[in-house]
């Protein structure tokens, strides 16, 4: 299921083919994860692997408990189960420590500053390295070549940026500290029909240097990008395998996100081997 692994947090993997992706140890290995909020149980045993180059995929239904998923990954909310990346158990730590051990959150709001400019909101982002060295070094010349909008607009306030350009900001500062994990949590959530083509473009580039997990309703995005995903039914994973299978799978597509996958999309997003899909409407989170 997944590609060949990174050899470390910096390297830059190329796109992955399907036999591939099936003989390499998953990047991230959730397992059993649950989520109890306010008496509410959310999540009732979640199994979830994130190939370790590319984009992986986290879909569902409106309220299947994706965010929640990604949330409880990154210790943002109370959870039991099993949260290991690269070898590194995270289920019990909180949230700043989850992150030191490399995992950039871009959420489903973007969280930009609108009030400070492109560079102060990547400023508040850098993240230095225990004990200091060269490898704390923010990695600005990384997100400056995959974003060079970012540095052409450094002065500018982000609150002024369209949603693609404001989606680059949110993906970069991901990128300034070498994660080994990109969350992107509804990139295009809200989005117009081009800027969501922009923000393919974004997500794209981000995967050439670190893996992405990408919960995303909009299927034909999904069906450009994403190597593997997993289903969330219910608060549990319902399906874990190869994206063009199962969006190739009509039956199977419409089972389990409640839409066909082959009809087409507004907005001009196509994939080369299969025709698009249409969006879905945005989760409505718990």
């Known amino acids: 299921m997944t590609s060949s692994p990174l050899s470390s947090p910096s390297s830059v993997p190329s796109s992955s083919s399907s036999s591939q992706s099936s003989a390499a140890e998953p990047l ?19 199994d979830l692997d994130v190939a370790p ?16 998923t990604v949330k409880a990954v990154m210790g943002l909310v109370p959870r039991t189960g099993r949260i290991r ?26 969280g930009i500053f609108a009030g400070l400019t492109v560079a102060e909101n990547l400023r508040l982002a850098e993240r230095g390295a225990p004990g200091g060295g060269g490898a704390g070094e923010p990695d600005y010349a990384l997100v400056h070549e995959l974003f060079p909008e970012l540095k052409q607009r450094a002065g500018q306030l982000a609150g002024t940026l ?9 993906i970069g500062r991901t990128l300034l500290n070498r994660n080994r994990l990109i969350i992107a949590d509804e990139p295009t959530k809200g989005l117009a029909p081009k800027i969501v083509a922009e923000v393919a473009e ?3 580039r981000a995967a050439e240097a670190v893996p ?9 995005l999904v069906r450009r990008l994403a190597g593997t995903c ?25 089972r ?19 025709p698009a899909a249409p969006a879905i409407t945005a989760e409505v989170k718990p």
């Open 53 to 68: 180059a590319g984009v992986t995929a986290l879909l569902g239904r409106n309220g299947a408990g994706k965010t929640t």
């Open 212 to 220: 992405v997990l990408l919960v995303e309703q909009n299927l034909a």
């Open 230 to 254: 997993a289903v969330l039914v219910d608060g549990r994973t319902a399906h874990r395998g190869d994206t063009a299978e199962l969006l190739a799978d009509e039956e199977a597509a419409r």
């Open 162 to 170: 369209s949603g693609g350009q404001q989606q680059m900001v949110a």
């Open 202 to 204: 974004v997500l794209a």
């Open 28 to 46: 991230l290995s959730v397992r059993d994860l649950r989520v109890v909020i306010d008496g509410l149980h959310i999540l009732h045993g979640v």
């Open 85 to 110: 990346l690269a070898g590194a158990e995270l289920s019990s730590l909180p949230a700043h420590l989850v992150v030191r051990h490399g995992i950039g959150y871009a959420p489903e709001d973007r």
């Open 256 to 274: 389990l996100l409640g839409v066909g996958s082959r009809h087409p999309l507004a907005g001009g997003l196509r994939s080369a081997a299969s």
